[in-house]
Every structure is written in structure tokens, then in C-alpha cells.
């Protein structure tokens, strides 16, 4: 590195700072991609602009999407509740009482369905957070689209699909490891071959920059888990080019919007060279970095949480700067509860004005060639490089993961980030800065969970249990279970289960009953 020693003590940067191995005559859309994946950006096509959004039961977070895409958004992002995505029913016991409360509530086809009156998915980008149970939403994913004649190579958006950063950074998992990648691959397999404009893969990163890892930990953590999930499809004899070029990324955008900005730059020269040099990808489409980047979380705070608005506005302009290619923006109230409609369409415009009023859209990495932020690129580029080589050098990310290299390295930092707010050192405006007032309630209103979503969803369970027929079931989970047994893909299967009236409890069951529910082992972290 050409980088000079004192420029961080000088408080200013020079061309010497700037590693001139790295910093070429490569323009947007050239390899490395480190100035964009595409020569023209945002003057071309704006980002997506995506809410993240669902509570309750169907019927309520359809008319929440419907009320965002009437305001310009593109496309959905579904928020599910926690015992969907921990792939439970609505009246399971260890679902509590949890309906419907963080997310909205799917249990069956029909739910799904109903999530999607009145939109059409041949015209709709639909992306789901979901991990656990993302083979079953898949499944139902494609049995909405037939059921509005939609052709399945159509279909466009996002499945989180991530199992391993689950165990790295969040926890809601529910099959061990060898389950969970098993499921991952036989979605991402099926869809290379039945959607092929849809993205099988959004990983995410940001579920560890969230858990209190640094942005070096998201990044490499990232691509070392989107290496096993690579290797485990090219097993299945996928080819990379292809997979590769379906796969998307969420990144989180903090306040720090030039480190942000510098950290994607650097990510996209990471992830061309390293799906060039490990798996021999020579096309332009499999070398691009997709990402869509996540603003506003656990960085938001209680106090003042009309500044939320200013840190979110931060972090979606650093995100812009850093090339994103999709976006969502926390409401201001998300310290409380979820977000409401006011703030939900408040980060919708927040994206907006950014958009249409900013003008940073009408030049292509408008960041190119500060010397700071090329410098800050090279630095970044190198310790996310030198720690995916520690991953890798462990085993690669399953290994990691099971050894607990990665999840020690993410508690540390973030007891790091906790000591250093506690102390002063790091200041956060309202909680630790002078004169920070005490935790008060806010003075606007907030989302009010319907209490009533409990039990509303337990008769629709039981009214549709009454429906179905009790021999086409068992069939169909017999056929499920034989196919998770051997080595056929479990999409089809799944399929048919959801067409005779399986409910996402019952599917997930059944892998359970295969693989075993997983019980994390104790380790030093």
C-alpha cells in the first residue's frame, strides 16, 4: 500500500494516500465495478425505492403495500411475523402470542393469496425477509403467481434465503446447519431453473453490522457465507455464471455515509474478484455486486426520535453515493414499535427527495477520485480481504461458524461499540451528548398492535384445517417427507403440500422430523 502513515494525523489526504494498483482507469461498468455495475447508474434508472412493511393478517399489510406503491414506491418488501419466519402456525404454542406483531402473519396458501390481492406479480417486484422457513414462502411465492396467471419467468424481487447468517448473528433459526443449507440449496437450484429472472439469494450482511459487527465483519462474513452457498449449488451442477448473476446482497447504511460509501466501492472490487478467480466467472452479470442497502435500525434511538430522520437521511445518502441498486429506510418510531404509515412514507420520501430534488443522480459516482475516500476504499478493500482469508483459512464459513471464529469476532466489536458509547468516546446526539434529556414517550402516534390477532388467526386455522382433505394431506406430507429423505429437490413436493392444505407449521415439521431442530451448542465467545 502506497498509503501514506500520517494522513489520518494530518487530517487531510493526498494522491500519495491512494494505492495506484487499485485506483485505475477502470470507468462504471467496468471491472472492478469499483465506481458502479452499471456506465450510466442513477441517470439510466433510479434505485428500487422498498419499503420494509407487514403486521397483522393479510388483509392489513396488503392494504399497507397498496397504500406505498400508490405513493411511489417500486415494488414490496415483506416483513414477516416471528413465528413465520421461524416457520410456526398462528396457534402453536410456542408461537405465543406473537401473531401478526412484528410482521404480518402467513400460515397457509391462502394467506398468501390474499397477501397479494390486487397485485400483480408480473408487474410487482416482490422481496421476503425470510430464512428459515424461505423454501415454504418460495413455494407459495409461485403458487400465487399461477393462481394469477402470472408465467413463473416473470416473476422478479428478492428471498433472503441466508441460513448461515442466522447462526452467526441473529438466531432465528430452527433445522442445524446441514438442514438449513439443504433447503437453501434446493430453492436456489429450482429457481436458477424455473424463475430465472428472480434472485434466490439476498444476503444479508446487515444482520451482522445490526448484531454489532464493523463493516468489515459485514462484508467478508457476508461473502464467505455467499461462498458456501455457491459451492453447495455448483455441487448440484449449477452453472456459476449463472448463479452468480442471481445473486443480491442487503447491506446496512449507518450515519457514516463516506465509510459507507467507501465500504461498497470496496465490496464490489471484492466480490468481481473473487467470483472471478474462485469460480471462474468471466461474464459481466455474475461479476456485478447487487445490493440493496437497509437504513435505519438498531442505530435509532428513543430520544429526539425525530433525529432518527436525520440519521436515516444520513445513511440513505451514503448508500446512494456508494452506488445501491435498492433501498429501504426505517420509520422514525422504530425504537418504539413498528413502523406506522406516517413514518413508513416518510422514509419513502426520505428516499424521494434524495432522488429528485438532490441532483446526486445526474453524476455517476459523484466520489470518485477524493483522495480520502479512494484511500479510505483501498483500506477497507484490504482488511475485508485479509479477514474472508481467515474464514477461509478455517474452513470457510460453515466451519467458522461451528468453530465460532465468527460469531466472537462480532460479540467483541460490539462490546466495543457498547463501551465506547457508555464512555463518551463515541457520541450519539440526545442519549450521551450534554444536557441529553431523560427517556420520555414520544408525541406522536405510534402503530397499535389489534390485540384481537391472536385468536382471529386461530379460527382461520381452524376453518381451513376443516376444509381440507384429511387423505389428500397425508399423502401429500408422505411424498414430502420420502423426498426430503433422499436426494429429489423439495420445492415441488412442498408445492403440493400447499395445494392440498398444508400449513407452514406442517411443512416445517416435516423437515424437522428429517433433520432435527437445532439446540446451539455452548461455546467461549
Known amino acids: 500500500m502506497s498509503i501514506s502513515a500520517d494522513s489520518h494525523e494530518r487530517g487531510y489526504y493526498v494522491p500519495d494516500d491512494v494505492d495506484t494498483t487499485s485506483y485505475d482507469e477502470a470507468r462504471p461498468g467496468e471491472f472492478p465495478f469499483r465506481r458502479g455495475i452499471h456506465p450510466d447508474m442513477y441517470r439510466k434508472r433510479l434505485w428500487r425505492m422498498r419499503q420494509y412493511a407487514g403486521f397483522g393478517g393479510p388483509e392489513e399489510t396488503n392494504q399497507r403495500w397498496k397504500e406505498l406503491i400508490a405513493r411511489g414506491q417500486h415494488g414490496i418488501s415483506a416483513a414477516f411475523d416471528l413465528p413465520t419466519q421461524l416457520g410456526f402456525d398462528s396457534d402453536d404454542p410456542r408461537a405465543g402470542d406473537d401473531a401478526g406483531r412484528l410482521g404480518v402473519a402467513v400460515d397457509t396458501l391462502d394467506d398468501f393469496i390474499a397477501l397479494f390481492d390486487g397485485i400483480p406479480l408480473d408487474s410487482t417486484a416482490a422481496t421476503f425477509n425470510i430464512n428459515s422457513s424461505s423454501a415454504v414462502i418460495y413455494a407459495m411465492l409461485l403458487e400465487t403467481a399461477e393462481a394469477q396467471g402470472v408465467s413463473l419467468d416473470e416473476l422478479t424481487g428478492t428471498l433472503a434465503n441466508d441460513p448461515l447468517m442466522e447462526f452467526v448473528a441473529r438466531g432465528l433459526y430452527r433445522l442445524p446447519p446441514d438442514g438449513a443449507m439443504r433447503l437453501m440449496a434446493d430453492t436456489f437450484a429450482y429457481s436458477l431453473e424455473r424463475t430465472p429472472a428472480y434472485y434466490p439469494v439476498n444476503l444479508r450482511g446487515t444482520l451482522v453490522y445490526e448484531a454489532g459487527g464493523s463493516v468489515v465483519h459485514e462484508f467478508a462474513f457476508a461473502f464467505a457465507a455467499a461462498c458456501a452457498y455457491l459451492d453447495a449449488v455448483r455441487e448440484r451442477g449449477a452453472d456459476m455464471e449463472v448463479a452468480t448473476a442471481k445473486f443480491s446482497y442487503l447491506f446496512f447504511s449507518d450515519s457514516n455515509l463516506l465509510e459507507e460509501a467507501a465500504a461498497f466501492r470496496a465490496a464490489r472490487v471484492l466480490w468481481a474478484e473473487l467470483v472471478r478467480d474462485r469460480y471462474g466467472v468471466a461474464s459481466p452479470s455474475g461479476q456485478r455486486l447487487r445490493f440493496s442497502a437497509a437504513i435505519g435500525n438498531f442505530n435509532l434511538r428513543a430520544q429526539y426520535p425525530e433525529l432518527n430522520l436525520v440519521r436515516n437521511t444520513l445513511g440513505a445518502l451514503g448508500a446512494v453515493l456508494g452506488g445501491c441498486q435498492a433501498m429501504l429506510v426505517a420509520g422514525m418510531d422504530e425504537s418504539f414499535a413498528i413502523p406506522s404509515e406516517y413514518s413508513s412514507l416518510l422514509g419513502l420520501y426520505t428516499q424521494q427527495v434524495i432522488a429528485y430534488e438532490s441532483k446526486l443522480t445526474e453524476v455517476v459516482d459523484p466520489l470518485g477520485g477524493s483522495w480520502y475516500v479512494e484511500a479510505l476504499t483501498d483500506r477497507l478493500l484490504a482488511e475485508m480481504r485479509a ?49 441529553s434529556p431523560p427517556l420520555e414517550d414520544p408525541d406522536f402516534d ?37 423426498a426430503l429423505a433422499a436426494s429429489d429437490n423439495i420445492i415441488d413436493p412442498i408445492r403440493v403440500a400447499l395445494r392440498n392444505g398444508a400449513t407452514m407449521g406442517e411443512i416445517m415439521t416435516a423437515c424437522v422430523a428429517r433433520y432435527g431442530e437445532y439446540d446451539e451448542p455452548g461455546m467461549v465467545i
Not at 465460532?404 to 440526545?430: F, H, K, N, P
Not at 398492535?449 to 399423502?475: F, K, P, Y
Open 446 to 482: 405510534l402503530h397499535e398492535h389489534d390485540n384481537t390477532m391472536v385468536d382471529r388467526r386461530r379460527t382461520a386455522l381452524a376453518q381451513h384445517r376443516a376444509r381440507r382433505s384429511a387423505g389428500d394431506l397425508e399423502t401429500a406430507l408422505k411424498e414430502l417427507a420420502a
Open 387 to 435: 479477514l474472508l482469508a481467515k474464514v477461509e483459512e478455517a474452513g470457510g464459513a460453515v466451519a467458522a461458524l461451528a468453530e465460532g471464529l465468527m460469531q466472537r469476532a462480532i460479540t467483541d466489536a460490539a462490546y466495543e461499540y457498547q463501551v465506547a458509547e457508555e464512555s463518551g468516546e463515541r457520541m450519539v446526539v440526545g442519549v450521551n451528548t450534554p444536557g
